[in-house]
Protein backbone atom coordinates (compact mmCIF):
# COMPACT_ATOMS: atom_id res chain seq x y z
CA UNK A 1 0.00 0.00 0.00
CA UNK A 2 1.34 3.51 -0.83
CA UNK A 3 0.14 5.96 1.74
CA UNK A 4 -1.14 9.21 0.07
CA UNK A 5 2.06 11.81 1.05
CA UNK A 6 4.14 9.12 -0.71
CA UNK A 7 2.10 9.22 -3.82
CA UNK A 8 1.82 12.76 -4.18
CA UNK A 9 5.60 12.76 -3.54
CA UNK A 10 6.14 9.79 -6.37
CA UNK A 11 3.55 11.75 -8.76
CA UNK A 12 6.16 14.95 -7.93
CA UNK A 13 8.91 13.10 -9.25
CA UNK A 14 8.35 11.60 -11.93
CA UNK A 15 6.55 15.34 -13.20
CA UNK A 16 10.53 16.52 -12.85
CA UNK A 17 12.04 13.64 -14.62
CA UNK A 18 9.40 12.84 -17.30
CA UNK A 19 8.20 14.29 -20.52
CA UNK A 20 5.87 13.20 -23.03
CA UNK A 21 8.65 12.78 -25.61
CA UNK A 22 9.14 9.41 -27.09
CA UNK A 23 10.78 7.03 -24.52
CA UNK A 24 14.15 5.87 -26.63
CA UNK A 25 17.36 6.24 -24.79
CA UNK A 26 19.94 3.88 -23.80
CA UNK A 27 22.05 5.61 -20.99
CA UNK A 28 26.01 4.56 -19.07
CA UNK A 29 26.38 6.11 -16.12
CA UNK A 30 30.29 5.89 -15.57
CA UNK A 31 31.26 5.58 -11.97
CA UNK A 32 27.73 4.02 -10.98
CA UNK A 33 28.33 2.70 -7.32
CA UNK A 34 29.84 5.83 -6.08
CA UNK A 35 28.40 8.76 -4.12
CA UNK A 36 26.85 10.84 -7.29
CA UNK A 37 26.42 7.61 -9.57
CA UNK A 38 23.83 5.66 -6.83
CA UNK A 39 21.19 8.85 -6.45
CA UNK A 40 21.67 9.97 -10.33
CA UNK A 41 21.10 6.36 -10.92
CA UNK A 42 18.22 5.78 -9.54
CA UNK A 43 17.00 9.69 -10.97
CA UNK A 44 16.99 8.10 -14.48
CA UNK A 45 15.72 4.68 -13.80
CA UNK A 46 12.54 6.95 -12.39
CA UNK A 47 11.92 8.21 -15.50
CA UNK A 48 10.46 6.74 -18.40
CA UNK A 49 12.71 8.33 -21.00
CA UNK A 50 15.16 6.29 -20.46
CA UNK A 51 14.52 2.82 -21.53
CA UNK A 52 17.80 0.79 -20.85
CA UNK A 53 20.47 1.76 -18.07
CA UNK A 54 24.17 0.71 -18.36
CA UNK A 55 25.52 0.99 -15.09
CA UNK A 56 29.79 0.63 -14.72
CA UNK A 57 32.38 1.04 -11.91
CA UNK A 58 35.57 -0.48 -10.80
CA UNK A 59 33.97 -2.19 -8.09
CA UNK A 60 30.35 -3.22 -6.74
CA UNK A 61 28.47 -2.44 -9.99
CA UNK A 62 26.09 -5.35 -10.42
CA UNK A 63 24.97 -5.09 -6.77
CA UNK A 64 23.66 -1.48 -7.53
CA UNK A 65 22.20 -2.85 -10.96
CA UNK A 66 20.50 -5.52 -8.88
CA UNK A 67 18.95 -3.29 -6.50
CA UNK A 68 18.18 -0.47 -9.32
CA UNK A 69 16.41 -3.62 -11.23
CA UNK A 70 14.19 -4.33 -8.84
CA UNK A 71 12.46 -0.45 -9.38
CA UNK A 72 8.88 -1.08 -10.77
CA UNK A 73 9.86 1.31 -14.24
CA UNK A 74 9.74 0.28 -17.68
CA UNK A 75 13.73 -0.08 -18.40
CA UNK A 76 16.31 -2.34 -18.65
CA UNK A 77 19.30 -2.20 -16.09
CA UNK A 78 22.19 -3.88 -16.31
CA UNK A 79 25.78 -3.14 -14.72
CA UNK A 80 29.19 -4.61 -14.89
CA UNK A 81 32.32 -3.83 -12.99
CA UNK A 82 36.11 -3.88 -13.78
CA UNK A 83 38.00 -2.57 -17.08
CA UNK A 84 37.31 -5.56 -18.88
CA UNK A 85 33.81 -4.28 -19.31
CA UNK A 86 33.86 -0.87 -20.12
CA UNK A 87 33.38 -1.02 -23.99
CA UNK A 88 30.76 -3.24 -23.65
CA UNK A 89 28.86 -1.38 -21.18
CA UNK A 90 29.26 1.62 -23.85
CA UNK A 91 28.55 -0.05 -26.92
CA UNK A 92 25.83 1.87 -28.75
CA UNK A 93 24.51 3.84 -25.65
CA UNK A 94 23.23 7.06 -26.92
CA UNK A 95 24.24 9.67 -23.42
CA UNK A 96 27.78 8.51 -20.77
CA UNK A 97 27.49 10.29 -17.79
CA UNK A 98 30.69 10.58 -16.30
CA UNK A 99 30.69 11.46 -12.75
CA UNK A 100 33.70 8.76 -11.69
CA UNK A 101 36.67 9.69 -10.19
CA UNK A 102 37.44 10.72 -6.33
CA UNK A 103 35.61 13.10 -4.43
CA UNK A 104 36.92 16.18 -3.05
CA UNK A 105 37.66 15.94 1.07
CA UNK A 106 38.26 19.19 3.27
CA UNK A 107 41.39 21.62 2.10
CA UNK A 108 40.98 20.11 -1.17
CA UNK A 109 40.48 22.26 -4.08
CA UNK A 110 38.89 20.73 -7.52
CA UNK A 111 42.45 21.25 -9.07
CA UNK A 112 43.60 18.82 -6.04
CA UNK A 113 41.73 16.10 -7.84
CA UNK A 114 43.31 16.01 -11.49
CA UNK A 115 46.28 13.95 -11.02
CA UNK A 116 43.59 10.78 -10.13
CA UNK A 117 40.54 11.71 -12.11
CA UNK A 118 42.46 13.47 -15.35
CA UNK A 119 43.64 9.65 -16.13
CA UNK A 120 39.96 8.31 -15.57
CA UNK A 121 38.36 10.55 -17.98
CA UNK A 122 41.08 9.88 -20.78
CA UNK A 123 40.26 6.06 -20.22
CA UNK A 124 36.23 6.92 -20.28
CA UNK A 125 37.11 8.98 -23.13
CA UNK A 126 39.25 6.51 -25.08
CA UNK A 127 36.63 3.15 -24.61
CA UNK A 128 33.83 5.85 -25.59
CA UNK A 129 35.78 7.05 -28.98
CA UNK A 130 35.46 3.38 -29.99
CA UNK A 131 32.30 1.89 -29.17
CA UNK A 132 29.75 4.49 -28.54
CA UNK A 133 31.53 7.27 -31.08
CA UNK A 134 28.26 9.45 -31.57
CA UNK A 135 26.94 9.26 -27.95
CA UNK A 136 26.74 12.45 -25.89
CA UNK A 137 29.34 12.62 -23.12
CA UNK A 138 28.42 14.57 -20.08
CA UNK A 139 31.28 15.00 -17.96
CA UNK A 140 30.51 15.55 -14.09
CA UNK A 141 34.07 14.52 -12.75
CA UNK A 142 35.80 17.26 -11.07
CA UNK A 143 37.49 19.56 -12.10
CA UNK A 144 35.32 19.96 -14.79
CA UNK A 145 37.06 23.25 -16.28
CA UNK A 146 40.12 20.68 -17.49
CA UNK A 147 38.29 17.49 -17.75
CA UNK A 148 36.19 18.68 -20.59
CA UNK A 149 39.41 19.44 -22.71
CA UNK A 150 41.13 16.22 -22.04
CA UNK A 151 38.08 14.41 -23.76
CA UNK A 152 37.93 16.35 -26.33
CA UNK A 153 41.76 16.10 -26.91
CA UNK A 154 41.31 12.47 -26.69
CA UNK A 155 38.40 12.32 -28.87
CA UNK A 156 40.28 14.70 -31.52
CA UNK A 157 42.88 11.80 -31.32
CA UNK A 158 40.56 9.01 -32.47
CA UNK A 159 38.92 11.54 -34.92
CA UNK A 160 35.75 11.08 -33.38
CA UNK A 161 34.85 14.91 -31.77
CA UNK A 162 31.92 16.45 -32.62
CA UNK A 163 32.20 19.55 -30.44
CA UNK A 164 28.09 19.44 -30.11
CA UNK A 165 28.17 16.25 -28.42
CA UNK A 166 31.02 17.03 -25.33
CA UNK A 167 28.93 18.82 -22.35
CA UNK A 168 30.87 19.95 -18.73
CA UNK A 169 28.11 19.28 -16.14
CA UNK A 170 27.64 23.03 -14.72
CA UNK A 171 23.95 22.66 -13.90
CA UNK A 172 24.91 22.43 -10.22
CA UNK A 173 25.60 25.45 -10.01
CA UNK A 174 22.23 26.46 -11.44
CA UNK A 175 20.37 24.68 -9.07
CA UNK A 176 22.25 25.86 -6.23
CA UNK A 177 21.89 29.44 -7.48
CA UNK A 178 18.18 29.01 -7.68
CA UNK A 179 17.73 27.39 -4.42
CA UNK A 180 19.72 30.35 -2.91
CA UNK A 181 18.03 32.99 -4.60
CA UNK A 182 15.18 31.65 -4.03
CA UNK A 183 15.77 31.51 -0.16
CA UNK A 184 17.24 34.93 -0.18
CA UNK A 185 14.02 36.68 -2.01
CA UNK A 186 11.20 34.45 -0.45
CA UNK A 187 10.09 33.02 -3.66
CA UNK A 188 9.59 29.14 -5.01
CA UNK A 189 13.23 28.23 -6.43
CA UNK A 190 11.16 26.24 -8.98
CA UNK A 191 10.27 29.45 -10.23
CA UNK A 192 13.32 30.95 -10.50
CA UNK A 193 15.18 31.32 -13.84
CA UNK A 194 19.09 32.25 -14.23
CA UNK A 195 21.73 31.81 -16.38
CA UNK A 196 25.41 31.11 -14.46
CA UNK A 197 27.87 31.33 -17.17
CA UNK A 198 31.81 30.32 -17.13
CA UNK A 199 33.42 27.15 -15.57
CA UNK A 200 32.55 25.17 -12.83
CA UNK A 201 35.05 26.01 -10.07
CA UNK A 202 35.42 29.18 -8.07
CA UNK A 203 35.94 32.29 -9.83
CA UNK A 204 35.18 31.13 -12.87
CA UNK A 205 31.32 30.20 -11.69
CA UNK A 206 29.73 33.29 -13.11
CA UNK A 207 25.99 33.68 -11.91
CA UNK A 208 24.66 36.25 -13.85
CA UNK A 209 22.07 37.99 -11.13
CA UNK A 210 21.01 41.20 -13.49
CA UNK A 211 19.27 38.46 -15.42
CA UNK A 212 17.29 36.58 -12.84
CA UNK A 213 13.33 36.12 -13.48
CA UNK A 214 10.87 36.85 -11.76
CA UNK A 215 13.10 39.63 -11.90
CA UNK A 216 14.51 40.84 -8.01
CA UNK A 217 16.44 43.53 -6.66
CA UNK A 218 19.59 42.95 -3.88
CA UNK A 219 21.73 45.60 -2.78
CA UNK A 220 25.23 45.68 -3.39
CA UNK A 221 26.15 43.64 -0.56
CA UNK A 222 23.77 40.61 -0.40
CA UNK A 223 24.82 40.79 -4.34
CA UNK A 224 27.95 39.96 -3.49
CA UNK A 225 27.81 37.50 -0.60
CA UNK A 226 25.19 35.52 -2.90
CA UNK A 227 27.48 35.54 -5.97
CA UNK A 228 30.46 34.13 -3.36
CA UNK A 229 27.92 31.56 -1.96
CA UNK A 230 27.58 30.32 -5.27
CA UNK A 231 31.16 30.42 -6.16
CA UNK A 232 32.31 28.17 -2.94
CA UNK A 233 28.86 26.11 -2.50
CA UNK A 234 31.13 23.18 -2.99
CA UNK A 235 33.14 24.13 -0.60
CA UNK A 236 30.23 24.74 1.74
CA UNK A 237 28.75 21.17 1.50
CA UNK A 238 32.94 19.51 2.00
CA UNK A 239 32.99 21.60 4.83
CA UNK A 240 29.84 20.33 6.31
CA UNK A 241 30.38 16.58 5.99
CA UNK A 242 33.53 17.04 7.58
CA UNK A 243 35.66 14.47 5.66
CA UNK A 244 32.94 12.44 4.50
CA UNK A 245 32.50 13.61 1.39
CA UNK A 246 31.32 16.21 -0.95
CA UNK A 247 28.75 17.35 -3.03
CA UNK A 248 26.54 13.90 -4.01
CA UNK A 249 23.17 14.23 -3.74
CA UNK A 250 22.62 17.63 -5.25
CA UNK A 251 25.15 17.15 -7.85
CA UNK A 252 22.91 13.51 -8.62
CA UNK A 253 20.08 15.39 -8.94
CA UNK A 254 21.74 18.36 -11.04
CA UNK A 255 23.14 15.25 -13.92
CA UNK A 256 19.94 13.68 -14.15
CA UNK A 257 18.73 17.28 -15.09
CA UNK A 258 21.16 17.37 -17.43
CA UNK A 259 20.99 13.86 -18.96
CA UNK A 260 17.37 14.32 -19.05
CA UNK A 261 17.48 17.47 -20.85
CA UNK A 262 19.90 15.93 -23.63
CA UNK A 263 17.96 12.84 -23.81
CA UNK A 264 14.98 15.23 -24.24
CA UNK A 265 16.98 17.38 -26.82
CA UNK A 266 17.84 14.41 -28.89
CA UNK A 267 13.77 13.17 -28.75
CA UNK A 268 13.02 16.20 -30.87
CA UNK A 269 11.22 18.44 -27.96
CA UNK A 270 11.97 22.16 -28.75
CA UNK A 271 13.12 25.04 -26.25
CA UNK A 272 15.23 22.93 -24.39
CA UNK A 273 17.80 25.06 -23.39
CA UNK A 274 20.27 24.34 -20.61
CA UNK A 275 23.65 25.74 -19.35
CA UNK A 276 26.83 24.03 -20.05
CA UNK A 277 30.37 24.20 -20.42
CA UNK A 278 31.29 23.11 -24.07
CA UNK A 279 33.69 24.02 -26.57
CA UNK A 280 33.16 27.81 -27.22
CA UNK A 281 33.60 30.95 -29.48
CA UNK A 282 31.96 33.21 -27.11
CA UNK A 283 34.53 34.79 -25.40
CA UNK A 284 38.45 34.48 -25.26
CA UNK A 285 38.09 30.86 -23.26
CA UNK A 286 38.24 27.66 -25.79
CA UNK A 287 35.82 26.44 -23.29
CA UNK A 288 32.70 28.49 -21.56
CA UNK A 289 29.36 27.59 -20.17
CA UNK A 290 26.68 29.14 -21.78
CA UNK A 291 22.90 28.89 -22.23
CA UNK A 292 22.69 26.10 -24.88
CA UNK A 293 19.59 25.00 -27.07
CA UNK A 294 19.70 21.35 -26.71
CA UNK A 295 18.26 18.85 -30.03
CA UNK A 296 18.82 16.27 -32.06
CA UNK A 297 22.73 16.91 -32.91
CA UNK A 298 23.72 17.63 -28.67
CA UNK A 299 23.85 21.35 -29.26
CA UNK A 300 21.68 23.13 -31.46
CA UNK A 301 22.50 26.80 -30.51
CA UNK A 302 24.46 28.52 -28.58
CA UNK A 303 22.97 31.75 -26.95
CA UNK A 304 25.62 32.99 -26.03
CA UNK A 305 26.62 35.76 -23.26
CA UNK A 306 23.51 36.80 -21.67
CA UNK A 307 23.46 40.76 -21.19
CA UNK A 308 26.59 41.82 -18.25
CA UNK A 309 26.06 44.69 -16.13
CA UNK A 310 29.63 45.84 -15.08
CA UNK A 311 29.54 43.94 -11.65
CA UNK A 312 29.17 40.65 -14.30
CA UNK A 313 31.61 42.48 -16.43
CA UNK A 314 34.30 42.06 -13.57
CA UNK A 315 33.42 38.80 -12.57
CA UNK A 316 34.34 37.68 -16.39
CA UNK A 317 37.78 39.56 -16.95
CA UNK A 318 38.14 37.79 -13.32
CA UNK A 319 37.25 34.34 -14.76
CA UNK A 320 39.00 34.02 -17.87
CA UNK A 321 42.52 33.75 -16.69
CA UNK A 322 41.56 31.30 -14.60
CA UNK A 323 39.67 28.85 -16.96
CA UNK A 324 43.17 29.18 -19.83
CA UNK A 325 45.38 28.04 -16.87
CA UNK A 326 42.38 25.39 -16.13
CA UNK A 327 41.91 24.36 -19.96
CA UNK A 328 45.70 24.24 -20.63
CA UNK A 329 46.30 22.08 -17.89
CA UNK A 330 43.75 19.46 -19.45
CA UNK A 331 45.09 19.53 -23.21
CA UNK A 332 48.86 19.18 -21.93
CA UNK A 333 47.88 16.25 -19.91
CA UNK A 334 46.74 14.73 -23.42
CA UNK A 335 49.54 15.73 -25.55
Do not use: W
Amino acid sequence: MIFPAARVALRQAARGFSTTSQNNAKVAVCGAAGGIGQPLSLLLKQSPLVTELRLYDIVHTPGVAADLSHIDTNSKVVGKSGPENLEEMLAGVDVVVIPAGVPRKPGMTRDDLFNTNAGIVRDLATAASKVCPKACLAIITNPVNSAVPIATEVLKKAGTYDPKRVFGVSTLDIVRARAFIGEAAGVDPQKVEIPVIGGHSGVTIIPVLSAVKPSVSFPKDKIDALTVRIQEAGTEVVKAKAGAGSATLSMAYAGARFALSLIRGLNGEQNVVECSYVRSDVTEAKYFSTPLVLGRNGIEKNLGLPKLNDYEKKLLEKAIPELHANIKKGEDFVK
